[in-house]
């Protein structure tokens, strides 16, 4: 199985500090879903690993989420695309779960769900907890500088063979063409 990992806020949608509460906010980045179909139809299984706290602190319910998680889906049929696995932590910071990332928790339930390992697989990511999640698992760690992801750039203390691109088109576009750094 091909697999690959995705971040959802700041990688596949705007993201926002105050969080994306409603459907109406949910609005995908300029060539995200473009870029996911391309995955698809080279064979890729595309999960998304995404913490959502706005459940915790009462900002959205899960109602709300499972609609922006539909919109995210009815948009990418249009286009031809699809998504596997969606995997999301509705926990706080505090809440001491085993999903919410840096934790690999995402990363485990969606290997435990398509019978695979993480050893390599790709995950893309706009902040640390990404990459570092995907550390925690073998997986091949990918920055986006969309999102929080200048952000993450400007903290430093990042892998020194950690592959950075403007965003998941431009990712995609060079590793569909092997043209990876």
């Given at each position: 199985m091909k697999l690959i990992v995705l971040d959802r806020d700041g990688v596949i949608n705007y993201d926002s500090d105050d969080y994306i509460k409603s459907v109406e906010e949910w609005i995908p980045l300029p060539g995200s879903l473009e870029a996911i179909t391309r995955l698809n139809r080279a064979g890729y299984t595309v999960a998304v690993a995404t913490n959502q706290s706005g459940i915790a602190r009462g900002y959205y319910d899960l109602d709300a989420l499972q609609a922006m998680h539909s919109k995210m889906r009815t948009s990418l049929e249009e286009l031809g695309g699809e998504l596997g696995m969606i995997a999301y932590c509705p926990h706080g910071p505090d809440d001491a779960c085993d999903c919410r990332k840096p934790l690999p928790g995402m990363l485990n339930q969606i290997?435990?769900?398509?019978?695979?390992?993480?050893?390599?697989?790709?995950?893309?990511?706009?902040?640390?907890?990404?990459?570092?999640?995907?550390?925690?698992?073998?997986?091949?760690?990918?920055?986006?500088?969309?999102?929080?992801?200048?952000?993450?750039?400007?903290?430093?203390?990042?892998?020194?063979?950690?592959?950075?691109?403007?965003d998941l088109a431009e990712y995609v576009d060079q590793f569909l063409s092997g043209e990876r750094p």
């Open positions: 290997a435990a769900h398509y019978g695979v390992s993480m050893e390599s697989v790709p995950v893309v990511g706009d902040s640390l907890r990404d990459l570092e999640a995907a550390i925690a698992v073998g997986a091949h760690p990918v920055l986006v500088r969309t999102g929080k992801g200048e952000r993450t750039l400007a903290q430093g203390g990042l892998p020194d063979d950690l592959e950075i691109y403007d």
